[in-house]
């Protein structure tokens, strides 16, 4: 979760990170929760590559970033995205 004020920059941020793997990013979705000022960014990525090594990089340098609020991954390996309810 993120202020709506750098969404563009994390989505490049999250594109950057899996640039040199093999996995590539399947979807990202913004979802504006109430209209508030916080958006919420769901990113699936296609299973060719775990690329273990590229979300801990991204996270790292996410947990950086004094406007994001809050991180969470979660691992769908029959690749079906979660549920945003």
Excluded: Y
């Excluded at 994390?10 to 990013?25: E, G, I, K, P, Q």
Aim: proline share 7%; with cysteine; glycine share 2%.
């Amino acid at each position: 979760m993120c202020d709506r004020r750098v969404e563009k920059k994390v989505r490049a941020l999250c594109f950057h990170a899996f640039a040199d793997t093999d996995t590539r990013l399947h979807s990202v979705h913004t979802i504006n929760q109430d209209g508030s000022v916080d958006v919420l960014l769901q990113m699936t990525l296609t299973p060719e590559s775990p690329a273990v090594a590229a979300l801990e990089r991204l996270v790292v340098h996410l947990t950086r970033e004094p406007q994001v609020r809050d991180l969470r991954w979660h691992l769908n390996p029959d690749n079906t995205p979660p549920s945003t309810a």
